[in-house]
């Protein structure tokens, strides 16, 4: 048995002029789809029941049954499709055309034209563009095409042929095969913007994939991959790592039922080479494309690819304040280093002043007011600073200002980070003089 079955198309329509007219061909035209398992119902009874064995022993000899396993409800045996069936974008639509002459002259010059009509283009389908020279009684041309289908919505199979007759008159008919095209998953996708501030490589984004299966028969998901844009390197985030072998979190037969939905993570970072610039970060960002490859019944394959995904990328407005450095716990009243990085987002040069404001908690050490010179466009300049905590547990660091002489615009960035402050005790001594001290 051969893998595909030609079954008919919904309907088709011929010109009404067309219609009035004998034609000495018969134009059929057929879809190219994949055969199904066959099934059947088991029916069984216990052997004291009044049947007794009878259903065991029609089973055994129902030839769709798998010897061994009768009550299995797949067997097998293929069956042909009976119907048009569905179309989903991604598939590839094959048909199967053939002319047949069914009279009893000898035809010239026989033409066969088949275009696709959708909502927004008209597609040439056929193989040869070139004229058969003659074709004799009861013999036929065939031609098979493909096209993967990338729109939704209403499409026009349009079969055209023209001919002459022995008597020289040229003939031409067309008929019409509407069909709809459904989609097959609904995508949805989400962003999450993570600045890694203690790294040269910044403004991670986390990508979240939601894929549903919104057709009627299960899916195995063969690919569901992310293409990034040129700015930026992605990681999966689909697998589980255990020693050497790492394990998607779906499970090894990644299927997908009927309306059901799967998430897909991936995490996004920009290369070096854009990372360092400030205007790449700013306004919407294109961040790459999915392309999500099935299989449906007996191999049956489809594919889809997402337009360019794009989110809106977080304003730092004119001057962007981050940390290069700084420690994940710190002494009490013990004076500790952080490394501040400051970039100039904006497409001017800046005359920037820094001004430090002890706030309860956290106090800086050092000259507040002082003047940090011109930055350029895109440019940055790293601080090292010093300050210390007076309240234990996990305080806030804040109190910085910015402030461009230029423009005399001033930029405050408080809760910049959070930091754990530990009281630490040597000796009794130490802690009665701490004690006194808190009093």
């Avoid at 064995?53 to 089973?59: A, E, G």
């Avoid at 905590?389 to 959070?418: H, P």
Wanted: hydrophobic fraction near 35%; charge should be neutral; glycine fraction near 6%.
């Amino acid at each position: 048995m051969q893998g595909k079955r030609q079954s008919g198309l919904l309907s088709n329509k011929m010109d009404v002029n067309q219609a009035k007219q004998e034609h000495l061909l018969a134009l059929k035209v057929m879809r190219l789809t994949k055969p199904t398992l066959f099934t059947n119902m088991p029916v069984t009874c216990e052997d004291r029941d009044l049947p007794g064995d009878l259903f065991s022993r029609l089973m055994r000899e129902d030839p769709s049954t798998i010897k061994g396993a009768e009550t299995l409800m797949l067997g097998e045996m293929l069956t042909l499709p009976q119907n048009f069936g569905n179309i989903f974008l991604g598939e590839t639509f094959s048909s199967y055309i053939s002319v047949h002459n069914d009279s009893n002259q000898v035809v010239k010059d026989i033409l066969v034209k088949a275009d696709l009509q959708t909502s927004s283009q008209r597609l040439n389908l056929s193989a040869s563009n070139s004229a058969v020279s003659e074709l004799k009684p009861e013999c036929c041309i065939d031609d098979v095409i493909h096209h993967e289908v990338k729109e939704i919505g209403t499409h026009i199979l349009v079969c055209a042929v023209s001919y002459t007759t022995q008597s020289g008159d040229k003939l031409y008919f067309r008929k019409f095969f509407k069909f709809q095209v459904l989609k097959p998953l609904d995508v949805k996708t989400k962003f999450y913007n993570a600045e890694s501030d203690l790294s040269s490589v910044t403004d991670e984004v986390f990508l979240e994939a939601q894929i549903q299966n919104i057709t009627t028969s299960p899916m195995f998901m063969e690919k569901v991959s992310l293409e990034p844009s040129m700015m930026y390197n992605v990681s999966e985030l689909n697998t589980v790592t255990s020693g050497k072998e790492s394990e998607s979190t779906f499970g090894k037969m990644s299927y997908l039922q009927p309306m059901d939905t799967r998430q897909y993570l991936y995490c996004l970072k920009p290369k070096p080479e854009f990372a360092e610039k400030a205007g790449v970060i700013k306004g919407v960002t294109v961040i790459g494309k999915l392309d999500i490859v099935w299989k449906t019944n007996l191999g049956e394959r489809g594919r889809l690819q997402t337009s360019q995904l794009q989110r809106m990328a977080p304003g730092y407005g004119d001057v962007r304040l981050s940390l290069e450095y700084i420690p994940d716990t710190v002494n009490l009243e013990e004076p500790f280093d952080i490394t501040c990085k400051i970039t100039n987002c904006s497409e001017r040069t800046m005359d920037l002043l820094l001004e430090m404001c002890n706030t309860r908690s956290v106090h800086w050490c050092g000259v507040s007011g002082r003047q940090l010179g011109k930055l350029c466009p895109s440019a940055s300049l790293s601080i090292p600073l010093k300050l210390l905590s007076s309240v234990q547990g996990l305080q806030s660091i804040s109190g910085l200002r910015l402030t461009d002489t230029f423009l005399k615009r001033t930029y405050e960035y408080d809760d910049i980070a959070q930091l754990l402050h530990l009281l630490v005790l040597h000796d009794t001594g130490s802690l009665w003089r701490k004690k006194q001290h808190l009093r």
